[in-house]
């Protein structure tokens, strides 16, 4: 075959393919943002008007408001502790040989692939039954416990793969500067595994702030902005919605870029 | 009487679950020296310089440093400093930070610390505009030193390198070479250098310990090391040598008789002070290492002489080096200036001879 | 790569380490999957747990009938979702990792951002999107096309869009990464030996990127398995898949042996049907 023509046609798949699929991501998103300056009460094409008004509403709904202070507490809750245990888990995991590595590798890395729902289901049976015992109702506290769950693996795995690259040699030679144990963490590992920690903590961040399936089966009454939208979700409800989603897009797309300039900072080190 | 050594190991052993890596290492470091560890791979000198260092601890024996004993003692509170083969720069410091680094940790005044930092770059021959930089951004060679100068801010009594120069190219490796021999007559503390390069540790080195299979196999000068070996692994491990099987016929107080069918000699009867300690009646090797060999012409008087044929000529720029096959049959080697002595060809037959004095013998058996 | 130091338990810096995330997955992951299995011999009554120790719930599930058709459609939705999303990702996934460069980053911040926005979001502007007066309409009657010629919303087709459209990346990313650890000099090889470029890359790339397209499929499997979303809400509700039966059994019959059981049965079934593609196709490569 003709390489010139054979080396088109590739670059005309391939170039297609990603833009096809750039598309298709961003189709839904795109409508919502749309949608979410509909002037009229309701969610149908053509539009009656543009206007911000149910960004104003948005404002003004309790239970939004809510939903959002809900989503705000759980998802830094649920990052901080998933990032701290996870970053550590990190460390055992790529420095250390010991007995049971292997089952404590599959036993951080088996939330991963397990399916959201079922993991929400399997947590509220047993929360369920422990809150029957001891008298404690499903709620925040529980939706954190099942963030930090899914979450953490997800923190080990980013976090592992910047201590991999990082030399356990410059903490010996950190010790033997008459570095403490403290300091050596403080002023050597610590800022070196930062651009992985900080990485993973965002990625944490908004795997919390946009989860749906754990805080539905865990949340018990208490909504956060995915459940609360997915109450709101039919061709019946305001624009109020997707106002609220295009709120929820806002700081997800900067805490992504912003965690792309540290991914790309950390691989110059 | 003043303490004259810095360093005390007495008997030390290291033990990795079933495999012994130190096997009763006992050695004496003085004050101000530069003694050189050296060995091939897996002798333990590594692992003995970490135990000097605090990074592994003794299995049995002990390390005193100054009289102390250091049992017990992590690396950040030994009076001693390291600089790792790999250099171990903090890559997220600047080089200024990199140096200063060990007195920071002491919490020393940060006007005292920009002090000691110039004055170290003075000493390390660095040029200033590099304090601000990282480390990434200097060449090899400055790399090194600024790892020297973090070595050396905390004025430690032992400074230990662990092979630092092996990753360098030879010209580089010459430069640096030179470099710490300077550096070690110019600040006076104690060096203790790792190395596989036998060369190098004879050329830095007061003293030279050689190692092999986590025993001591001999600690001497260099000299010491290089014209009388204690054995033929040592004799072999600095380039060639020629290594003449000999039968010790007898021994007393006064030297040894010997003979061998691979040369005739004057005499047979060699002084107490050219054969090792360890050499009894029974089969032993005659060193003669190649440079003291030459050409003797028919009718000059030559303490050792045979008859060969030249089978390879090498030259390497001002020397010569050549092999030669006796009518014994043993393969020699030779190093010769480049035309000093009378120049031999290749299939020439030759009659080559040493002088007595430049003869050793050793036991036959390495460890 | 450094090697790895040997720890034992005693030693505090390992334990502090990993202690925590031990009792987290042990307590909060592990326990509660036992917890499940053991409800699954429970039974309910007037909406009440109640322990008794039977096999009631294990023989209710094999006699009817109804949860293995649904168990089977479930099974072959994400199996469709992962050949399609599979055969979607392979391009796109190629060409980030071996062209693109200049845009390589931005694309994956694209990526990134739309895979971390939040499911229902996302399903709701489908949802929009594909509506009788929704987006796609609108803009195709613009065009000149039929009036509400896209009519497939609340069907099966419009769950599978879903279904692809949320696990598509988990394919890119794991395509991605086999691709981008093939070792270069490897292609060159192969054109050295004759191979044009198109060639080249069928002989080497894609043998070399099978981990990548095996791990990619395994994990939208199982994750496929577990949806709820897209069915629920772009699929109408009417073909209900398992997790959506499973929710039913809990929140609307308040079963939970019932439910539980259906949860472990999905599960297990899930993880057999991938054990065994992987030993078939292992026993292929072996010449059997």
């Known amino acids: ?269 | ?367 | 790569m450094e090697p790895e130091i040997a720890r034992s338990w005693r030693d505090p810096e390992l334990l502090i380490k990993a202690l925590p995330s031990v009792l987290l997955q042990t307590t909060c992951f592990l326990a509660p999957l036992l917890m499940t299995f053991i409800l699954t011999f429970q039974r309910t009554r007037d909406f009440q747990l109640r322990w008794t120790w039977d096999l009631a719930t294990w023989i209710e599930i094999f006699s009817k009938p109804h949860y293995w058709t649904i168990l089977i459609h479930t099974l072959v939705m994400a199996s469709v979702c992962v050949v399609i999303c599979i055969l979607l990702a392979l391009p796109a996934a190629y060409g980030l990792a071996t062209r693109f460069k200049r845009i390589e980053n931005e694309i994956k911040i694209l990526i990134t951002f739309a895979f971390i926005t939040d499911a229902t979001l996302k399903t709701f502007g489908w949802v929009l999107f594909l509506d009788k007066k929704g987006g796609a309409n609108f803009m195709l009657s613009y065009l000149g096309f039929p009036p509400e010629m896209v009519a497939f919303l609340f069907t099966d087709w419009a769950t599978l869009l879903g279904m692809v459209y949320n696990l598509l990346p988990f394919a890119i990313f794991t395509i991605y990464l086999s691709i981008d650890s093939i070792d270069r000099s490897l292609i060159l090889a192969a054109q050295d030996a004759g191979a044009g470029k198109f060639r080249a890359h069928w002989e080497v790339t894609l043998p070399l990127c099978k981990p990548g397209i095996w791990a990619g499929s395994v994990l939208i499997f199982l994750l496929g398995v577990g949806v709820f979303l897209e069915p629920k809400v772009l699929g109408g509700g009417k073909s209900p898949m398992a997790a959506e039966l499973i929710r039913q059994t809990f929140e609307t019959r308040v079963n939970w042996p019932l439910g539980a059981a259906l949860t472990l049965v999905l599960m297990v079934v899930a993880v057999f049907v991938v054990l065994l593609i992987s030993r078939i196709s292992g026993m292929r490569r072996a010449g059997l």
Not at chain 2, 302 to 329: H, M, N, P
């Open chain 2, 1 to 367: 009487m003043p303490e004259a050594s810095i360093l005390d190991i007495a008997d030390v052993h290291k033990a990795y679950g079933g495999f012994a890596a130190l096997k009763g290492v006992s050695l004496a470091v003085n004050r101000g020296e530069f003694i050189a560890l050296v060995g091939p791979s897996g002798c333990g000198k590594t692992t003995l310089l970490k135990q000097i260092a605090g990074f592994e601890d003794v299995t049995s024996g002990a390390i005193h440093i100054e009289g102390l004993d250091m049992a017990g003692v992590p690396a950040a509170l030994r009076p001693t400093s390291m600089v790792f083969q790999k250099l171990a720069l903090f890559p997220h410091m600047t080089v200024a930070q990199n140096i200063s680094f060990p007195l920071k940790l002491r919490k020393v005044a940060p006007a005292d610390i920009a002090a000691r930092v110039h004055e170290m770059i003075r000493l390390m021959d660095l040029k200033p505009e590099y304090l601000t930089r990282f480390p990434k951004a200097l060449s090899g060679g400055e790399q090194q030193r600024v790892a020297l100068a973090r070595s050396m801010i905390s004025a430690p009594k032992l400074l230990l390198l662990d092979e630092p120069l092996s990753a360098l190219d030879v010209k580089l490796k010459k430069v640096l070479q030179a470099e710490l021999k300077r550096l070690h007559r110019s600040v006076g503390v104690t060096f203790v250098h790792v190395t596989h390069d036998l060369e190098e540790a004879m050329m830095l080195a007061d003293r030279i310990c050689v190692m092999r299979a986590g025993r001591i196999l001999q600690l001497g000068e260099p000299a010491d090391i290089y014209y009388r070996p204690a054995d033929p692994f040592i004799a072999g491990f600095i380039g060639d040598t020629n290594l003449f099987p000999i039968t010790v016929t007898f021994r007393d107080a006064s030297g040894i008789s010997w003979q061998s069918p691979h040369f005739t000699a004057i005499d047979t009867h060699l002084p107490h002070a050219m054969v090792a300690a360890d050499v009894s009646p029974g089969p032993a090797l005659m060193m003669v290492r190649p440079e003291l060999i030459r050409r003797y012409n028919e009718d000059e008087s030559a303490d050792f002489a045979l008859s060969a044929v030249i089978t390879e000529v090498f030259t390497k720029g001002g020397t010569v080096q050549y092999r030669a096959r006796s009518t014994q049959g043993f393969d020699l080697a030779i190093e010769l200036q480049g035309t000093s002595a009378l120049p031999m060809r290749l299939d020439e037959p030759v009659r080559l001879g040493w002088q007595k004095k430049d003869i050793w013998v050793l036991r036959q058996e390495a460890v």
């Open chain 1, 1 to 269: 075959m003709n390489h010139r023509l054979e080396a088109g046609l590739a670059t005309v798949l391939l170039y297609g393919a990603m833009a096809g699929v750039l598309i298709f991501f961003y189709v839904p998103i795109f409508t919502l943002i749309a949608f979410s300056f509909q002037e009229g009460r309701y969610l149908t094409l053509p539009f009656d008007g543009f206007s911000l008004k149910w960004y104003g509403e948005l404002f003004r709904s309790a239970p939004a408001l809510d939903a959002l202070w809900n989503s705000a507490l759980i998802a830094v809750a649920a990052t901080l502790f998933a990032t701290v245990i996870g970053s550590m888990a990190a460390i055992v995991a790529v420095r250390y040989r010991f007995n049971g590595k292997r089952m404590f590798l599959a036993l951080i890395g088996t939330p991963l692939a397990f399916p959201q729902l079922l993991l929400g289901i399997v947590l509220l049976l047993w929360f369920s039954v422990l809150g029957r015992w001891f008298g404690f109702n499903n709620g925040v506290v529980t939706a954190i416990i099942g963030h930090v769950v899914y979450i953490a693996p997800f923190v080990t795995v980013i976090v592992a793969v910047q201590v991999a690259s990082f030399d356990p040699v410059l903490e010996d030679a950190a010790r033997d500067c008459g570095a403490s144990i403290w300091e050596v963490y403080r002023y050597i590992t610590i800022p070196l595994l930062w651009p992985g920690i900080f990485s993973a903590a965002l990625f944490a961040f908004l795997l919390s702030w946009g989860n749906f399936y754990i805080t539905y089966s865990l949340a018990g009454s208490t909504r956060t902005l995915p459940t609360f939208i997915f109450s709101g979700i039919s061709i019946g409800s305001t624009p109020l919605y997707p106002a609220i989603a295009t709120i929820v897009f806002i700081p997800g797309i900067l805490l992504v870029m912003l965690a792309n300039r540290f991914r790309l900072r950390a691989q110059k080190l």
